[in-house]
């Protein structure tokens, strides 16, 4: 009876302590405190779609619900203290609950930085033609912000697809720190099983084997984007089902105990960490001798990186899945009681093609542990990211910009540039975060510590400014232009600088008024760079009938820091105060601003002494004590500046090392004139463009080590006088710049940006080459067996390259060697060589290159096709007479100033396009002006091609000592028609110059 009572006493205890087990799991997890955390997922592939089309509602999330079960189970919440929901709190496209596309949630406009960014998958939904699919740059700029911010950034596979842009990839493998290898692969539970094998696998199979498709039972088939396939089959290649496993490394096993090895049953990438990355996980494929063959082809081991890890002293992890790892439809399962996770773990078991195990057994664990990681982090990341977020103290003293450092202000000595904002092939400034990069990196690295922007730039740039400066001790500081119009009202001023302000401090957006193509509408500013905002500049710039005008309006200004009782002098009054007025009420702090005049239309100046209303009367400016030391005057001064070049006999008395310079004097001058306040050279520097037609001036044809010294000159004479510093311009050449002189021979306009103006010397004022890419590809190649043996012809948007291969050495003491082009209109042209040879071409010549000795060559352009007449039009002629257009620099084309090379018997010619009267090379646009010009811009037709010829002659004897091509029916008289363009590729290079400004910014502190 006891034994039985005791029984009865036991199954009466057991329910209740079940029972009570339950109710402190249950109640315990209700208890819990939440978590809360900025948390964005971005899945793009929703609805999903599995082998058998979509399932229940489910599955249409499942490329991110079971994070979202975990979130929840783990008691993760919102700043606002609810719980995350599958359906709604990620962003991506949105559906409702029948699977109907609704819209989009875009990562651009989350509204807050996130602690924790996971990109669950960005393939992109088949239903609905990849509406939103890949990774953007405004993505990327999401991304970033969270990364440089010290949030940890979580990825998966399939990041790197085809609707991602290059420079988006280069940027992702870089930040996450992997390569790829172009090769992925998938266990397939049946290799005749068609629902589950991809489509396109068996007929690439049969293409590149030349075999049917024939497998049957368990196998995994590895794929690559350029087209191979590989498939391994069990008995075959392998003999356990336990084909791919991942397991933990064995270094970071005592960190992410919770995950346990597991087989993998989804897609997964093959990918190479690199140096300076945690290799967190690895897969296994478990092959035979026969299988390991096979995976030779691609790989010397079976065994890959699953799980990448990246981190850094100044920004968050990044981890990187090289698997489809979030797969998994767990939230239909109950999470509110403590060990949720544990529970279910405790349940699954492997079986064949079930993804569910790995998610219980080595996934959950896993995410728990790094988002338990980045909790613990918060606390440190908002705590240094509000120190970042304090706008910089500095103000101009002493001639002096001068920087808060503890509780006392330091000089800064300026070392600055300007940085153009358009990239080559786009008018627009560019949104490539990666060319922004480069060009600061490159700044950084020539000892720069402050760049310029004309503009509000693209978000990129500010994002670039932001992640250089947290990644080095030496700051890279700001001038922000603010830039308008005269004839904008104060409400449309009010705008402009209110939008830059907000931009500037992370929280600003404006429309996108650029025309390329795929662009959106609105751009968004996230990245806080306030902290290394040096100074504004105000730049008004009015013209001269703009200047009289305001004069007589007489409009005066009372303002709480600037007034003005004057009409241009209120116009300026107005903007500085609105200013200062935002840097004090808005953001903390009075900040520098520089107010920008042309040298043209400055007060008192000599060459204004009969102009008194056609000037900016800086006097007039009454300011108010609280912005004395946050007020300065800024202006361009240039060597090429007419003021100066046209009165160099009141310029004199400034002498340096190198004796009388008239340039220092003129600083001098216009110093005096802004006195008593700072004055700032806001852009100087000299040009390395091309000497076209020798009309350009003494500081045309330069080459990149005169750059160099000329600069230095410049600023060395600029800091002597005593200004605030100068701003070198330009940091890195620009396309789509155009000069006055330039601009009649630049038609259309709007293809500009498709081709380099080398004669240009707007173009070419750049530190920093930017150079289109030399084709490797020959565009036209003729050959001959006497003197030559072949002459090839090949474009890119700079220049026509010409290259001759001689059969031995020409004897430049007696003969010199002519290459002839026919441009365009075969009957119109010169048909003479020169005067003193009676040999003739087959077609009408418009220029002749030709080579005297080893080191000296020129371009000569037919008489009626020469510029700088009425009419530039090709006319039939057979006088031999020809206009010199420009001599040819000696050089191997390792700088951007030389334009042919002699090795033993190769000659390389490079010409720049617009020498050859080319106003468009990439549709192939030549002048043909017949009627008289009229100043603005010359008449144009389409070439069809060029034709090249080939002459060697005897200038002692008058004899022809070669000619190529003999006749019109011999097959090396051949019309060069290269195709036309829309994208150019491009690389940014070190000119000469870099150098010798280097060495100049780095000695003085």
């Not at 609707?163 to 005749?192: A, H, P, Q």
């Amino acid at each position: 009876m006891k034994k039985t009572k005791g029984k009865k006493k036991l199954l009466l205890i057991i329910p209740l302590i079940i029972l009570l087990v339950l109710a402190i799991s249950f109640i315990g997890w209700i208890v819990k405190p939440a978590k809360k955390m900025n948390i964005a997922v971005l899945d793009t592939t929703v609805p999903a779609t599995d082998g058998q089309g979509v399932n229940q509602t489910d599955r249409y999330y499942r490329k991110h619900s079971g994070f979202f079960w975990l979130l929840n189970q783990q008691k993760y919440v919102k700043s606002n203290g609810k719980k995350y929901n599958y359906k709604k709190d990620y962003f991506g496209p949105q559906i409702n609950e029948n699977g109907e596309y609704t819209g989009e949630n875009q990562l651009a406009d989350f509204d807050k930085v996130p602690d924790f960014l996971y990109l669950a998958d960005v393939y992109g939904s088949e239903l609905y033609d990849n509406k939103y699919s890949g990774l953007s740059s405004k993505d990327m700029n999401i991304v970033s912000l969270t990364y440089s911010t010290g949030g940890t950034v979580v990825a998966e596979t399939e990041l790197l697809g085809s609707t991602t842009d290059e420079t988006v990839c280069n940027e992702i493998k870089s930040m996450f720190g992997f390569t790829t290898t172009s090769w992925s692969g998938r266990y397939v539970v049946d290799l005749n099983d068609f629902s589950d094998v991809p489509k396109w696998a068996p007929s690439t199979y049969e293409n590149q084997y030349g075999v049917k498709w024939q497998f049957s039972g368990p196998g995994l088939i590895l794929a690559s984007s350029e087209g191979g396939i590989i498939v391994l089959e069990e008995k075959t290649d392998f003999k356990s089902k336990n084909l791919v496993s991942i397991s933990i490394s064995d270094e970071f096993k005592k960190e992410f105990s919770g995950s346990k090895k597991s087989n993998f049953y989804n897609w997964f990438e093959l990918v190479e960490a690199e140096n300076g990355t945690d290799t967190i996980a690895n897969f296994k494929i478990n092959v035979n001798a026969t299988g390991m063959q096979k995976i030779k082809k691609i790989s010397s081991t079976n065994k890959f990186a699953a799980i990448i890890r990246k981190r850094s002293n100044n920004s968050g992890d990044t981890y990187y899945f090289a698997g489809d790892f979030n797969d998994c439809t767990s939230d239909s399962r109950i999470y509110r009681f403590l060990a949720a996770d544990k529970f279910f773990k405790a349940l699954s078991f492997d079986k064949e093609g079930d993804i569910n195990q790995f998610y219980w057994k080595f996934y959950n664990p896993l995410m728990k542990k790094i988002l338990k990681d980045t909790y613990k982090g918060l606390d440190e990341k908002n705590e240094k990211q509000s120190e970042n977020e304090k706008q910089l103290a500095v103000r101009v003293n002493e001639n002096k910009f001068q920087i808060k450092k503890n509780d006392d202000y330091e000089n800064l000595n300026l070392k600055a540039v300007n940085v153009n904002l358009d990239e080559p092939g786009s008018a627009n400034a560019t949104r490539n975060y990666g060319y922004y990069k480069e060009l600061l990196e490159q700044a950084v690295e020539m000892g720069v510590n402050t760049v310029r922007v004309y503009e509000l730039a693209p978000p990129e740039f500010y994002r670039a400014l932001f992640e250089i400066n947290q990644n080095s001790d030496d700051k890279l500081y700001l001038i922000q232009t603010i830039k308008g119009m005269v004839a904008d009202t104060q409400e449309e001023w009010k705008k402009t600088i209110d939008t830059i302000m907000s931009s500037i401090h992370g929280n600003g957006e404006t429309k996108n008024d650029s025309t390329d193509e795929g662009q959106e509408d609105i751009l968004k500013y996230r990245h806080d760079v306030s902290e290394y905002l040096l100074s504004y500049v105000l730049d008004i710039s009015p013209s001269g009938e703009e200047l009289q005008t305001l004069s007589n309006q007489g409009e005066t200004y009372d303002g709480n820091y600037v007034s003005s009782m004057e009409g241009i002098g209120s116009l300026y009054a107005k903007r500085l105060d609105y200013i200062y007025k935002k840097c004090s009420e808005n953001y903390g702090g009075l900040v520098p601003v520089g107010m920008h005049v042309n040298v043209e239309n400055l007060e008192s100046a000599f060459w204004n002494e009969d102009n008194y209303n056609g000037v900016v009367k800086l006097s007039s400016l009454q300011l108010n004590q609280d912005v004395e030391q946050y007020y300065y005057v800024s202006t361009k001064l240039n060597v090429t500046d007419n003021i100066l070049n046209n009165n160099l006999n009141k310029f004199v008395g400034f002498t340096d090392s190198q004796g009388n310079f008239n340039y220092g004097s003129y600083v001098e001058y216009v110093k005096e004139k802004v006195s008593p306040y700072g004055l700032m050279i806001d852009g100087f520097g000299i040009s390395t463009n091309a000497n076209i037609y020798a009309t350009n001036g003494i500081y045309s044809g330069l080459d990149e080590t005169q750059q160099g010294e000329i600069i230095v000159r410049m600023l060395d004479a600029i800091l002597t006088n005593g200004c605030m510093g100068g701003i070198i311009s330009d940091l890195n050449d620009s396309w789509s710049a155009v000069s006055d002189e330039a601009k009649a021979s630049i038609v259309p306009l709007t293809n500009n940006p498709l081709w380099h103006d080398l004669g240009d010397p707007a173009q070419t004022t750049g530190i920093l080459a930017v150079k289109a890419e030399e084709k490797e590809d020959v565009g036209l190649e003729l050959k001959d067996f006497e003197v030559m043996r072949k002459m090839q012809l090949s474009v890119n948007p700079e220049y026509l390259y010409v290259t001759v291969a001689l059969e031995k050495e020409i004897d430049y003491t007696t003969n010199e060697l002519i290459v002839g082009l026919d441009t365009y209109e075969r009957n119109n042209g010169e048909y003479f060589y020169n005067k003193g040879y009676f040999a003739n071409s087959l077609s009408g010549m418009e220029y002749i290159i030709k080579i005297t000795s080893a080191k000296d060559a020129a371009l000569y352009v037919c008489s009626s096709y020469a510029r700088g007449q009425e009419t530039v039009s090709s006319t039939e002629s057979y006088d031999g007479n020809w206009t010199k257009v420009m001599d040819l620099t000696y050089g191997n084309f390792s700088t951007s100033t030389s334009q042919f090379f002699i090795g033993s018997t190769n000659v390389r010619i490079r010409i720049p396009w617009t020498a050859l009267n080319v106003t468009d090379p990439s549709q192939r646009v030549v002048i043909e002006q017949k009627t008289p010009f009229d100043g603005i811009q010359y008449k144009t037709t389409i070439t069809n091609g060029f034709i090249p010829s080939l002459f060697v002659g005897n200038r002692e004897s008058g004899d022809t000592e070669y000619i190529f091509p003999l006749s019109k029916d011999a097959v090396g008289y051949k019309t060069y028609k290269y195709e036309t363009w829309k994208e150019v590729d491009y690389t940014v290079e070190r000119k000469g110059s870099f150098g010798t400004i280097q060495a100049y910014l780095k000695s003085y502190n």
